[in-house]
């Protein structure tokens, strides 16, 4: 287990010997995080981050279960000193307070209704020697196992002629997830996986190799889910687990109706915790 020192923060050498001067934004940011995961003492477990090419361009897949898996994915790819561009909604591009970090770390927009502007930015990034972050899934599975993928990560590998590291993130969603409040932990373990780059095969079509992608990010799901080191700590504890090992969290039917109904303009509540008790349950755990 890994957890983030104040030596880490202040490391020199986090980002290499020579980093781009452009990315100095992107640089302050996971300065920034560091100190968060310090604060909250995470318990960081991440493995396969060697599959990340220390040059050229790739895409990192990963499933998606929290708010905030891409900076744990983006934890995964420092070792190698490589900052991931990450494609999110338009919308989180032109909010007052997100907007001008996004557009500044050089994420990539989505706008789902002109995905080829999207799609066309991501394969000139990779072509450029990029690596692309991409949660196919497109929104936060709340079954907490793997959605169907959209084609265009597979797509953009094709055409950029660079491989698929698939992913798996597992924990965060014990603070941050869709249709629960955030709540404020300490010492949460969040397990962070990824596989052997998928090259395309000469002639392989995007549904092909799709399907190795969701075969290994499957795979590392459940070696992460299996391998968490912590445990519900009672009944009313188990929604972060998937129905499949006994928690109480929407098989993937029932969670593919609540996201139809979502996508219709009916929004899933979320279960509120006041912040009071939020803050002196944080301190208690001191």
């Not at 981050?49 to 420092?78: K, M, R, W």
């Not at 494609?87 to 909010?95: C, D, I, L, Q, R």
């Not at 950029?160 to 965060?172: E, K, N, Q, S, T």
Request: aromatic residues 8%.
């Amino acid at each position: 287990m890994y957890t983030a020192s104040w030596g880490d923060v202040a490391r020199r050498d986090l980002f290499g010997s020579r980093p781009d001067r452009r990315d100095r934004p992107y640089r302050i940011v996971i300065r920034l995080a560091l100190i968060v995961f310090r604060l909250f003492r995470f318990r960081f477990d991440v493995r396969g981050q060697e599959h990340v090419p220390t040059e050229g361009g790739a895409i990192i897949c990963s499933n998606h279960v929290s708010f905030f898996d891409f900076t744990y994915l983006g934890l995964a790819a420092l070792p190698q000193h490589r900052l991931v561009r990450f494609m999110a909604k338009a919308s989180v591009f032109t909010h007052w307070f997100s907007g001008p970090f996004m557009r500044a770390m050089q994420h990539i927009p989505v706008d789902r209704k002109a995905g080829a502007a999207a799609f066309d930015s991501a394969v000139r990034a990779l072509k450029d020697g990029q690596v692309v972050g991409v949660f196919p899934e497109a929104t936060i599975s709340s079954s907490f196992t793997v959605k169907d993928l959209k084609a265009g990560a597979a797509r953009m590998a094709i055409d950029a002629g660079v491989p698929i590291i698939p992913a798996a993130v597992w924990g965060g969603h014990r603070i941050a997830t869709k249709g629960h409040d955030v709540v404020l932990r300490r010492n949460v373990p969040v397990t962070v996986l990824l596989g052997e780059p998928l090259v395309p095969e000469p002639g392989e079509r995007a549904q092909a190799l799709l399907r190795r992608t969701r075969a290994a990010m499957e795979a590392l799901l459940d070696e992460a889910q299996q391998s968490y080191p912590d445990q519900p700590a009672g009944d009313d504890d188990r929604w972060w687990l998937p129905a499949h090992l006994g928690g109480t969290a929407p098989t993937p039917e029932q969670a593919a109706e609540k996201d139809a109904a979502y996508a219709a303009g009916h929004k899933v509540k979320a279960t509120r915790t006041p912040p009071l008790q939020q803050l002196r349950k944080l301190i208690s755990r001191r």
